[in-house]
């Protein structure tokens, strides 16, 4: 089970678990000013409004990002309304929304937001993206 790590601006708790992380850079790559990957701590949530945040965080693709609000108001319009697939370049198999997991053994792992499934065949923890498709150089069939 992955590790959360927290950090809050008072408003939003952005919740990080390292685990499920893919290194997408999508977060760094598009809010800078709160996600600096060569610092510790490497989430500063000072650095953008918390709208900006959530927008953020609603764009990453394996769910290691996630938030909670501290006001115990849910989330509201940026939450998804259903469950969407969507088969990303070169990439993943990402599901937005909330999905059951059932695994061989008979384990059920709920999912929130975004699920990342590996289609290269080469992740280390599957049926999860682990970003082993930038090392090997997975390519869409044709």
């Not at 998804?80 to 059951?100: F, R, Y």
Request: glycine share 10%; proline share 6%.
């Amino acid at each position: 089970m992955s590790k959360e790590h927290t950090y809050t601006n008072g408003e939003v708790t952005i919740v990080w678990k390292s685990e499920l992380c893919i290194h997408s850079k999508n977060c760094w790559k598009g809010l800078g000013d709160v996600f600096k990957p060569g610092e510790r701590p490497w989430i500063i949530p000072e650095g953008a409004t918390t709208q900006q945040i959530i927008a953020q965080i609603d764009q990453c693709p394996s769910g290691a990002l996630s938030y909670r609000m501290n006001s115990g108001a849910k989330e509201d319009a940026l939450q998804v309304a259903s469950t969407v697939c969507e088969i990303t370049a070169n990439g993943p198999l990402l599901v937005k929304g909330d999905v059951v997991v059932k695994h061989p053994d008979g384990r059920e792992e709920k999912r929130e937001k975004v699920t990342a499934f590996c289609r290269c065949g080469a992740s280390q923890n599957k049926p999860y993206c682990d970003g082993s498709h930038h090392k090997n150089g997975f390519q869409d069939p044709v």
